[in-house]
């Protein structure tokens, strides 16, 4: 079993950037569960929504998918060494803040943004972007 845990948020004003970090542990091969792995983000009162995903993190050609609203600032990485998911958030506006929700699973058996794909979940960080 492994935990997912996540840091670096925080409060920035608009236009400015962060960098989440998401450390997979817990498991004696923690790469085991690194094969698709997401961001998603939930404000109070909506649904959880897939920010950027990342697929096959331990071959060649790794597949990245982003959701429209962050296309082109954010950016969805893995450091496979040292087990952990990043993602680099540009260009912050106010519409940006909420909770972001790191996500793993060691299956595909739904689309990359889709959160029922990822069995395991972080805590959550929170990100307030100001006017």
């Known amino acids: 079993e492994i935990q997912l845990v996540e840091s670096g948020g925080g409060s920035v004003q608009g236009g400015g950037s962060l960098r989440l970090s998401c450390s997979v542990v817990g498991d004696t091969d923690s790469s085991a569960y690194m094969y698709y792995m997401a961001w998603f983000r939930q404000t109070a009162g909506k649904e959880r929504e897939g920010v950027a995903a990342?697929?096959?993190?331990?071959?060649?050609?790794?597949?990245?998918t982003y959701a429209d609203s962050v296309k082109g600032r954010f950016t969805i990485s893995i450091d496979n060494a040292k087990n952990t998911l990043y993602l680099q958030m540009n260009s912050l506006n106010p519409e940006d803040s909420a909770t972001y929700y790191c996500a793993a699973d060691p299956a595909a058996d739904n689309g990359p943004l889709d959160e029922q794909r990822y069995t395991y979940w972080g805590q959550g960080t929170q990100v307030t972007v100001s006017a």
């Open positions: 990342i697929e096959n993190a331990f071959d060649s050609e790794i597949t990245t």
